[in-house]
């Protein structure tokens, strides 16, 4: 079905009413002590502006990069709660699986005028910088909105969405404002740094894997360290800070959308920086089952990778030997064998750290399962190719994670100016 059909059908629902602001939860309140089990109110970007009807933009000509998770706490999306409240953007724009969320991964939706409010929608996901600004150029906006949930991982391709719209906002001189969200997994930087001879769409500049930075710190720490090399800088730039969050926050009471159709639970985020490094491999990272990149596989795979894994004794994690058919991609409709991934101390939890420990188990007890893929996927993952080849010359866990080190430090004191929460 031609997803434009798809979507009239979809999202025919009745007109938008009032919104109606509700209250949050996080965890227990230790900056109140007279109240310390009262729920600590974090409060988005969006939802700051949209209590107050969205007024920061009126008499603008708004376009906004988002896409399913660009929702407020009773779960109305941003461009939907705009044009109730009369401020309606004049142009939408998706990345990877779309603005309102209906493809798979490596896919998008294309340009089409959206059935619910009749906004064209701009398909961004892997076009130039010059393709973008013709978008732009083409919409009339005078002011880019980006909301997005990011999931802190570089190769999650939505903040180079952000960089490529940055770049088009640069180059067009419109305004670019950013509606910050939470980091999901939290706020501390893990993983190798990527060469920039390995740059790609799943990473085009050198941070590290998990990056540990809000969407807004991002883009400030991309308008200060990159663009001024690639392009220029952002004429005006504004991020809308997230009110009540802290960097050590895992559980923010907001609501978990889906921010891909891989990544359906907040566990399946918080492995995700990790476990995605599967992809590089011959192994299933759990496409095509309930829990993917929770869940880790391929035939011939048995119960004892899950004993090897539980006796290095890795902070934060059990591992439970599983047994799974994938619908679709690696494996469909073959029986795989490895290991189901169960967090028993989120921030303990390292899953760059983690998924290398994997790697080298799967490599020591399956040599002849064990591969990676022939394409070498797995150098844009990690970011280079020094994982590969230390990995195929015998190296352990602890001496790949420790060859990372030193450029882990020097990314920290980049990012240090740009960290915004505490």
């Known amino acids: 079905m031609d997803r434009r059909h798809f979507l009239a059908g979809a999202l025919a629902v009745p007109a938008l009413g009032a919104l109606t602001p ?3 939860g996080a965890t227990g309140n230790p900056d109140n002590p007279e109240h310390p089990d009262r729920p600590r109110t974090i409060d988005t970007g969006a939802e700051q502006l949209a209590q107050d009807g969205w007024r920061r933009f009126a008499g603008h000509k708004v376009g906004v990069v988002t896409n399913p998770t660009g929702v407020l706490r009773d779960h109305t999306h941003i461009v939907d709660s705009m044009v109730a409240a009369g ?3 004049v142009a939408a724009f998706g990345p990877e699986h779309g603005f309102r969320g209906t493809a798979q991964a490596g896919g998008s939706e294309g340009n089409y005028l959206d059935p619910r409010t009749g906004i064209p929608v701009y398909d961004t996901y892997g076009a130039s910088t010059a393709k973008i600004a013709g978008m732009i150029a083409k919409s009339g906006v005078d002011t880019l909105v980006f909301d997005i949930a990011d999931i802190g991982a570089r190769f999650y391709t939505y ?3 952000m960089y490529a719209v940055m770049q088009a906002a640069a180059a067009t001189g419109v305004r670019f404002v ?12 893990r993983g190798p740094q990527l060469d920039p001879a390995h740059a790609t769409f799943v990473g085009r500049k050198p941070i590290v894997q998990q990056h540990g930075m809000t969407i807004g710190e991002l883009a400030r720490l991309f ?5 001024p090399t690639d392009g220029g800088r952002v004429s005006s730039l504004e991020v809308v800070d997230v009110r009540g969050w802290k960097r050590d926050d895992l559980h923010s009471g907001l609501p978990w959308v889906p921010p891909s159709p891989n990544v359906p639970t907040h566990d399946t985020a918080l492995v995700y920086p990790g476990t995605c490094l599967f992809e590089g491999l011959v192994f299933s990272e759990g496409r095509g089952t309930t829990r993917p990149f929770e869940t880790i596989g391929a035939p011939g795979l048995d119960w004892r990778w899950a004993e090897d894994l539980n006796a290095l004794g890795l902070p934060g994690v059990r591992f439970r030997e599983t047994y799974f058919t994938p619908t679709f991609n690696k494996f469909a409709n073959k029986l795989c064998g490895g ?15 983690t998924a290398v420990a994997m790697i080298v188990t799967a490599k020591a007890r399956y040599p002849q399962v064990f591969a990676w893929r022939p394409d070498h996927y797995i150098d844009k993952l990690s970011g280079s190719d020094r994982l590969r080849r230390m990995v195929d010359a015998g190296a352990g ?3 790949v994670v420790g060859a990372w080190a030193d450029e882990l430090a020097a990314f920290e004191a980049t990012r240090r100016p740009y960290l915004v929460y505490r």
């Open 22 to 24: 509700g209250t949050a």
């Open 87 to 89: 401020i309606a953007p």
């Open 159 to 161: 903040i180079w969405t």
């Open 178 to 189: 950013v509606l910050d969200r939470p980091n999901p997994v939290g706020g501390t930087a």
């Open 223 to 227: 308008d200060g360290e990159f663009l």
């Open 339 to 353: 290991v189901a991934l169960h967090l028993t101390d989120p921030h303990a939890f390292d899953a760059p750290r």
């Open 397 to 399: 866990a602890d001496e």
